[in-house]
Nanobody, 115 residues
């Protein structure tokens, strides 16, 4: 049974930082393209960042230079370091694993950026 468990969300002031983690189990983690998505209230879920099996990364334009995605294949864990957070970053953040037709989601972790 595949499980993706996110952690690290919370309330932070504008300009602050958070580090999200996604612990994976039940899959060969190193084979999967891993991504972070987010969904704000009233908006569609959007791709924030992804990292492929070679370590190449892609970012949504609004987070470039502020967020860093990384993975530790030995620990089967995905990370998202978020710096210089803005109120517009407020959303539920989801971990996603993709390999060919297989696709899995975590339950999400809430990030709230507010003073």
């Amino acid at each position: 049974q595949v499980q993706l468990v996110e952690s690290g969300g919370g309330l932070v002031q504008p300009g602050g930082s958070l580090r999200l983690s996604c612990a994976a189990s039940g899959l060969t983690f190193s084979n999967y393209v891993m991504s972070w998505y987010r969904q704000a209230p009233g908006k569609e879920r959007e791709l924030v960042a992804s990292i492929n099996t070679y370590g190449s990364t892609n970012y949504e334009d609004s987070v470039k230079g502020r967020f860093t995605i990384s993975r530790d294949n030995a620990k089967k864990t995905l990370y998202l370091q978020m710096n210089s957070l803005k109120p517009d970053d407020t959303a539920v953040y989801y971990c996603n694993a993709k390999f060919v037709v297989d696709r899995y989601w975590g339950q999400g972790t809430q990030v709230t950026v507010s003073s």
